[in-house]
């Protein structure tokens, strides 16, 4: 018995949401950062032309997203290629949520 793929993308699509907004808008940002728009960035509270510059947003997009990839890739298709496919949608689904969506947050706010 298969399952439609439209199907499976409005489960995964949920599966995000319920993530983004019972764990990573409640708990990241409410409880565990805290941040807050007033307060400056280092770029911006230590400007020096130098190291501490403000960066354009796509740069920071281009940054970010060039750094999200990190071990999927790789691990993925090679789990699918010993277990089939819905272990490695699982682990890319909960991968994601609790560990790169988690690190990549963190680290952008600390930086």
């Known amino acids: 018995m298969s399952m ?9 699509l ?4 319920v ?12 409880k565990v950062v ?17 190291d501490y510059v ?12 060039a750094s999200i990839a990190g071990a999927g890739p790789i691990v993925g298709p090679a789990i699918a290629m010993a277990y089939g496919w819905l272990l490695p949608l699982v682990w890319v689904l909960f991968g994601n949520v609790f560990m ?8 952008l706010m600390a930086s």
Do not use: C, M, W
């Open 19 to 30: 993530a983004y907004l019972f764990y990573g808008r409640n708990i990241l940002q409410e």
């Open 4 to 12: 439609p793929i439209l199907l499976l993308v409005a489960v995964i």
């Open 54 to 65: 403000p960066a354009h947003r796509f740069v920071l997009f281009g940054h970010h997203f």
């Open 34 to 50: 805290r941040a807050s728009p007033e307060r400056e960035t280092p770029a911006i509270a230590k400007f020096d032309g130098i």
């Open 14 to 17: 949920a599966i995000y949401a």
């Open 100 to 107: 790169g969506a988690v690190h990549d947050y963190l680290s």
